[in-house]
T-cell receptor, first 109, second 117 residues
Framework: GQSLEQPSEVTAVEGAIVQINCTYQ??????LSWYQQHDGGAPTFLSY????GLEETGRFSSFLSRSDSYGYLLLQELQMKDSASYFC??????????FGAGTTVTVRA | GAVVSQHPSWVICKSGTSVKIECRSLDFQATTMFWYRQFPKQSLMLMAT?????????EQGVEKDKFLINHASLTLSTLTVTSAHPEDSSFYIC?????????????FGPGTRLTVT
């Protein structure tokens, strides 16, 4: 089975940097994905790490350490529109995703 | 633009009736699709894997006779909630994997909000 842990909520001000950690225990592992979900919407893909290291996509970066079963999502230059839920998800070899409980990020002016 | 669509986007039905939700991959073929359920303020829970041309694979605890899945073609999977009850009210989301620019990515549909009265 899969088990993922991430903080339940984070609050920060506009322009700040937020790091969302994710630790996992899995029976199979091919990579760690991150998704953003706004209230009432579907998840949208943010980032994927299949190998150790940092992946950067604009203001968002994601990191993976397979040996530590740990990853994080870094949100830089926070904007109000970044207020959403963020999910880490472990991918098995057949594309199945197991999601963490989600982190609610609230950005204040 | 959207690469996975779902229909309907929302539906209200009476207890005991059945509801069908469609999931389509728009410009690619998906031999596999996934169905998730999400309750308010909770995470996405995988319900089943829809396989084109064969039976769906259900996750533990998901009743296959209640949640009927049919993967009729390479671009369409349907989820039918049979004899719906209020506790089935939830946000149902499908996804399809696609290889794009060398990366494997899961594309999610916009979701279907089901309310059973």
């Amino acid at each position: 089975g899969q088990s993922l842990e991430q903080p339940s909520e984070v609050t920060a001000v506009e322009g700040a940097i937020v790091q969302i950690n994710c630790t996992y225990q899995t029976s199979g592992f091919y990579g760690l994905s991150w998704y953003q979900q706004h209230d009432g919407g579907a998840p949208t893909f943010l980032s994927y790490n299949g190998l150790d290291g940092l992946e950067e996509t604009g203001r968002f970066s994601s990191f993976l350490s397979r040996s530590d079963s740990y990853g994080y999502l870094l949100l830089q230059e926070l904007q109000m529109k970044d207020s959403a839920s963020y999910f880490c998800a472990v991918r098995a070899d057949d594309y199945k995703l197991s999601f963490g409980a989600g982190t609610t990020v609230t950005v204040r002016a | 633009g959207a690469v996975v669509s779902q229909h309907p986007s929302w539906v209200i039905c009476k207890s005991g009736t059945s509801v069908k939700i469609e999931c389509r991959s728009l410009d690619f073929q998906a031999t596999t699709m996934f169905w998730y359920r999400q309750f308010p303020k909770q995470s996405l829970m995988l319900m089943a894997t829809s396989n084109e041309g064969s039976k769906a694979t259900y996750e533990q605890g998901v009743e296959k006779d209640k949640f009927l899945i049919n993967h009729a073609s390479l671009t369409l999977s349907t989820l039918t909630v049979t004899s719906a009850h209020p506790e089935d009210s939830s946000f149902y989301i499908c996804s399809a994997p696609r290889i794009r620019e060398g990366a494997r990515e899961q594309y999610f549909g916009p979701g279907t909000r089901l309310t059973v009265t």
